[in-house]
């Protein structure tokens, strides 16, 4: 009977230690994925109002795209900045590899769609320069010889400074299966590619041309829909980048036991608060004084039950998530004046930092990070040791 325990526990060993190897190899694998995950989602969801949100039936549209940004680019356009926007989007150009003199466009016009349905052609006439901009915001694939169709066009009546190819992201290229060898030649060293917004902040239009000119805005009308576009399409990017993370999650998932080794994972994750109450519990069960017992409700509220301090009923509880502890020290009596909560809570010194929960009476909160558990025991030790020392000379 021992040798089959014994033959047990040593499978049993062995098994979890290869399931331990496995998860952190995993975690290590897709650290990066996680972070980069984390990064966009904290973005994605800063709630600012923005109107473009509201008309989401649009700005899937390719026109929509281009318009907002024919708009802000025509010098004659009624933002009333002229040349502003214009000029900061040569500079932009000119900062990643071209060499264009904003001279030759001081008297540029902006046309949309009506030359060979170009996107966006910029052009001066009596400099007789132009800027094709080919957007991809929508991700949009390409035309046959779609480039290279507007490149002879241009070419044929103006010096072709920069064929800029606007998309989402840095992950899309234009379509070079139909293009000649001259076609190649001719287009490579001339194209741009700038997204609409890069997370490691290489050069994209919301942080490198739109929002590089809010300081020279005083117009709020403008300024307001330079922001909330620049926040439109830096949220598009966003979503697209989940996808494009969520996919390299996806093969790392493919391989081997992945898959069963991330479902082990967050079910571990799920059952974390209830371990993280256990060791509070484990740690002042029997400790808990002046309180009267330490008990855990719903699986993840470590309760410290009933505790008079100056002739007032007081709790403690300690709400335990994946990422945090919530710290909520309160009175569950009737009738009590907030002000005698209040006078009770500052003398107190171990509830410095504590700060009144929001529309409730008599209660206050602190937060701890989940690496901050050595911090959340040894406040716990200190208020009880100074609630103890009250209590004691309240009975005195």
Known sequence: MIEKESTFLSSLSIFLNSHQKAVVKLIYACRHIASEYFDWKHHSEQNR??????????????NFHSDVIA?????????????????????????IGCDIDMVNYRDAIVVREKENKIDILIKSESNKRAIIIENKINNAGDMPRQLPRYYDYVTGKFTLDAIVYLTLDY????????????????IIPLLKIIPAYDNMHKANIAEDWLLKTLPQ??????????????DLIISLNNKNMDSIVLEEFYKELQQADNLQ????????????????????????????????????????????????????????????????????????????????????????????????????????????????????????RNLLKELSIMASCNNG
């Open 49 to 62: 109002f923005n109107l473009f949100h509201v008309i989401s039936n649009l700005y899937y549209r390719e």
């Open 217 to 230: 805005i005083d117009n709020l009308d403008v300024l307001s829909s330079i922001r909330q576009y620049s």
């Open 171 to 186: 992950n899309k290229y234009p379509n070079m299966d139909d293009w000649t060898q001259e076609d190649k030649e001719h």
């Open 261 to 380: 080794t991330a479902q082990s994972i967050r079910n571990m994750l799920n059952d974390m608060p209830t371990y993280l109450a256990q060791r509070i519990q484990n740690r002042f069960g029997g400790a808990c004084h002046p309180f009267e017992k330490l008990w855990i409700y719903s699986s993840r509220d470590v309760v410290f039950e009933k505790a008079m301090i100056n002739g007032i009923y007081t709790k403690m509880d300690i709400w335990c998530y994946e990422e945090r502890y919530d710290v909520v020290f309160w009175s569950p009596t009737e009738g009590l004046e907030e002000e005698a909560f209040s006078n009770l809570v500052r003398n107190i010194h171990s509830l410095e930092g504590f700060e009144p929960m929001e529309n409730v009476k008599n209660q206050i909160v602190r937060h701890f990070g989940f690496i901050e558990e050595t911090a959340l025991l040894d406040f716990i």
């Open 71 to 95: 708009f802000f680019l025509d010098p004659n356009a009624n933002h009333g900045y002229k040349s502003l926007m214009l000029d900061s989007f040569i500079s932009l150009l000119n900062r």
